[in-house]
């Protein structure tokens, strides 16, 4: 499935705890960077830039600030790229991680005596790949990445290609890495790249191969990357749990056999772009659905948690975004698919910015509210409340700071739709709670004219627009206070389509 940028999960399921969710009600665990992004391969180094000081030679340890800043990657690092990223690394305790990788990774040939980072109209492969590819990794200041390896050429071509691309791979990620990966989606390998009978113990043999192989070049290139504690990989990035390849099988054939998997990745979508019945308010305004496609990962997340050996290991959505197949314009790039994305906690959605023309899609938005709710505690816990009202259509959590115990956040979304050039009255929805007497909320928005608007959104009154190259500016009203009174009862007021974070400020 093809996709330009979506992020990694929120979710990070980890097995060891006994509370994977039976239903998503429980607490998650999280990682530090639990709103990060994955990047099409092809799409890197317009959303990175290139680094062309480091291209004469300086290449490590630069200080990006004395980069070129401009919001065209085509010359010098991408500043709007890293002040859309900085936003939510400084909610969070991390700068997002960045995955590059996708459908690309598995198309892409190294050519070694190409001067273009990327060049789509080479002879060998639907895209070759220079020695400059590598310098974008120096673009983003204190950010891991993940760099997927071409699986899907079986052959020498492939494999000469995939040593030449380890090689420099890791000079430009030492200190930067966070997994391999290699191989995106096998099971839609199936018949194409592979035979229909591809089993678990062919992939898993075809996996010993290849990274036994990017084991080798490893110590002969970077050695200090070629031991237990750097030589991971995130896998199986299989595309669906209706898959071809079964999830269990290939764990059950020695896929960790070495105990080199450190995440276990799957990839999620709420539907496919272009298939009937696909809208707004049935396929992602829709918490109910949310809380099932959850529940599915949870269930496969328990499965290979109980496997021997595997109980330990973190179950990621390494690649989830709303509709699949490049997503569909008028749903995916919406208000209404940020919505979509705080309340599936990942913050999500196709594109959430465009490098290159200059936009921040309306998705930026779901992400940067997921991270204001989570905020810097790695000790987050969150509680799903159910509501005495409909339950698809209304979403709220709580969110507790662990070393205290004490709730500190409440999200709000109210999915009813509400189309702006219908220019009807917007309708809205009262929410009532019962918290601590006295307390007082800080009241953060995420607002649009209706769930159908493309631009126009704001999140706490600030616009992260590229006119002000992703940076916060003050646009609507903000600094909205809910003051409680002695009784405990907090009644927030919510518009169709909209949705508030509220923080609490003082109790
Ligand atoms: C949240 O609560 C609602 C209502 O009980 C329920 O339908 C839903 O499954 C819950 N969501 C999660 C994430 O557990
Ligand atoms: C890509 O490679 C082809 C074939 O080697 C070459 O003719 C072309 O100029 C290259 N394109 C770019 C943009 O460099
Ligand atoms: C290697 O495999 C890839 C993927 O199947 C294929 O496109 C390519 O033509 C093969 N190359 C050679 C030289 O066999
Ligand atoms: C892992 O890689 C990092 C970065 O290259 C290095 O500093 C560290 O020493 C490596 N760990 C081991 C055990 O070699
Ligand atoms: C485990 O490591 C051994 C020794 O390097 C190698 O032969 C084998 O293929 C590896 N197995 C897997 C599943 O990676
Ligand atoms: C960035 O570059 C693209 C392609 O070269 C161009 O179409 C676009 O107008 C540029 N954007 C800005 C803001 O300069
Ligand atoms: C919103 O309303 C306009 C005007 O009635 C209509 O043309 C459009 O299809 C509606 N959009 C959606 C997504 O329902
Ligand atoms: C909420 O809707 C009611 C009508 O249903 C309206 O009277 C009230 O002004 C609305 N409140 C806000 C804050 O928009």
């Given at each position: 499935?093809?996709t330009?940028?979506?992020p990694?999960a929120?979710?990070?399921?980890?097995a060891?705890?006994?509370?994977?969710?039976?239903?998503?009600?429980?607490k998650?665990?999280?990682?530090?960077?639990?709103?990060?992004?994955?990047?099409e391969?092809?799409?890197?180094?317009n959303?990175a830039?290139?680094n062309?000081?480091?291209?004469?030679?300086l290449?490590r340890?630069?200080?990006v600030k004395?980069?070129?800043?401009?919001g065209?990657?085509s010359s010098g690092?991408?500043?709007?790229?890293i002040?859309l990223?900085?936003?939510l690394?400084?909610a969070m305790?991390?700068m997002?991680?960045?995955?590059?990788?996708?459908?690309?990774?598995?198309?892409v040939?190294?050519?070694?005596?190409q001067?273009d980072a990327?060049n789509?109209s080479c002879?060998v492969?639907k895209?070759c790949?220079?020695p400059s590819?590598f310098d974008?990794?120096?673009?983003?200041?204190?950010t891991l990445?993940?760099?997927?390896?071409n699986?899907a050429?079986n052959?020498?071509?492939?494999?000469?290609?995939l040593?030449?691309?380890?090689?420099?791979?890791?000079?430009?990620?030492?200190n930067?890495?966070s997994?391999?990966?290699?191989?995106?989606e096998?099971?839609?390998y199936l018949?194409?790249l592979?035979?229909?009978d591809?089993?678990?113990?062919a992939?898993v043999?075809n996996?010993?191969?290849?990274t036994e192989?990017i084991?080798?070049?490893?110590q002969?290139?970077?050695p200090?990357l070629?031991?237990a504690?750097?030589f991971?990989f995130m896998a199986p990035?299989?595309a669906g749990n209706?898959?071809?390849l079964?999830?269990?099988?290939v764990f059950?054939?020695?896929?960790?056999a070495?105990?080199?998997?450190?995440?276990v990745?799957f990839?999620?979508?709420?539907?496919?772009?272009?298939?009937s019945?696909?809208?707004l308010?049935h396929t992602?305004?829709n918490h109910?659905k949310?809380?099932?496609k959850?529940?599915?990962?949870?269930?496969?997340?328990?499965?290979?948690?109980?496997?021997?050996?595997m109980?330990?290991?973190p179950?990621?959505?390494?690649e989830?975004?709303s509709l699949?197949g490049?997503?569909?314009?008028g749903?995916s790039?919406?208000?209404?698919?940020?919505?979509?994305?705080l309340?599936f906690?990942?913050?999500a959605?196709?594109?959430?910015w465009?490098?290159s023309e200059?936009?921040?899609?309306a998705p930026y938005y779901g992400h940067l509210a997921?991270?204001?709710?989570m905020?810097?505690?790695q000790l987050?816990?969150?509680?799903?409340?159910?509501?005495s009202?409909d339950?698809?259509?209304?979403?709220?959590?709580?969110g507790?700071?662990?070393?205290?115990?004490?709730?500190?956040?409440?999200?709000?979304?109210?999915?009813?739709f509400y189309n702006?050039s219908?220019?009807?009255?917007?309708d809205n929805?009262?929410y009532?709670?019962?918290?601590m007497?006295?307390?007082n909320w800080a009241?953060e928005r995420l607002?649009?004219a209706g769930a159908e608007s493309?631009?126009?959104?704001?999140?706490?009154?600030?616009?992260?627009e590229?006119?002000?190259?992703?940076?916060p500016?003050l646009?609507?009203r903000?600094?909205?206070v809910a003051?409680?009174?002695?009784?405990?009862i907090?009644?927030m007021?919510v518009?169709d389509s909209?949705?508030?974070?509220?923080?609490?400020?003082?109790?």
């Open positions: 499935m093809k330009v940028l979506v990694i929120v979710f990070c399921l980890l060891a705890t006994a509370t994977i969710p039976t239903t998503s009600s429980t998650p665990d999280l990682l530090s960077s639990y709103v990060s992004f994955s990047i391969l092809e799409g890197f180094v959303y830039g290139e062309h000081q480091s291209s004469k030679g290449l340890g630069i200080d004395l980069c070129t800043v401009t065209n990657s690092v991408n500043q709007y790229s002040n990223l900085q936003n690394g400084s305790s991390s997002p991680v960045i995955r590059v990788g996708g459908n690309t990774a598995d198309e040939i190294y050519q070694s005596s001067r990327l789509f002879p492969a895209i790949m220079g590819f974008s990794y120096q673009a983003f200041p204190n990445f993940s760099h997927g390896f699986m050429w052959n020498d071509t492939g494999y000469t290609s040593k030449q691309t380890v090689a420099k791979a890791c000079k430009a990620l030492e930067k890495l997994t391999w990966e290699f191989g995106n096998p099971d839609l018949g194409r592979r035979p229909s591809w089993s678990p113990s992939y043999a996996w010993k191969d290849g192989m084991f080798k070049q490893l002969e290139t970077c200090s070629a031991n504690a750097n991971t990035s299989i209706a898959a071809k079964s999830p269990t099988g059950s054939a020695g896929l960790d070495n105990k080199t998997i450190s995440e990745s990839h999620n979508y709420m539907g496919i772009a272009g298939s019945g696909t809208s308010q992602l305004m109910e949310n809380v099932a959850l529940d599915e990962h949870g269930q496969l997340a328990r499965q290979i948690a109980a496997m021997p050996g109980s330990s290991i179950y990621i959505l390494g989830t975004n699949a490049g997503g569909a314009s749903i790039n919406t208000f209404g698919a940020a919505l979509w994305g309340d906690n990942v913050g959605s196709y594109a959430a465009n490098p200059g936009a921040t899609f997921a991270a204001k709710f905020g810097k505690s987050r816990a969150v509680l799903n409340i159910s509501l009202e339950n698809s259509l209304n979403s709220a959590y709580a507790y700071n662990t070393l205290t115990g004490g709730l500190d956040k409440i999200a709000i979304i109210n999915f009813r702006s219908t220019k009807a009255a917007r929805s009262t009532t709670f019962k918290v007497p006295s307390s009241i607002e649009a493309v631009t126009g959104v704001t999140f706490g009154g600030y616009a992260y590229y006119s002000t190259m992703g940076q500016k646009v609507a903000n600094g909205e003051k409680v009174g002695l009784d405990g907090l009644h007021t518009l909209t949705a508030a974070i509220l923080s609490l400020q003082s109790s």
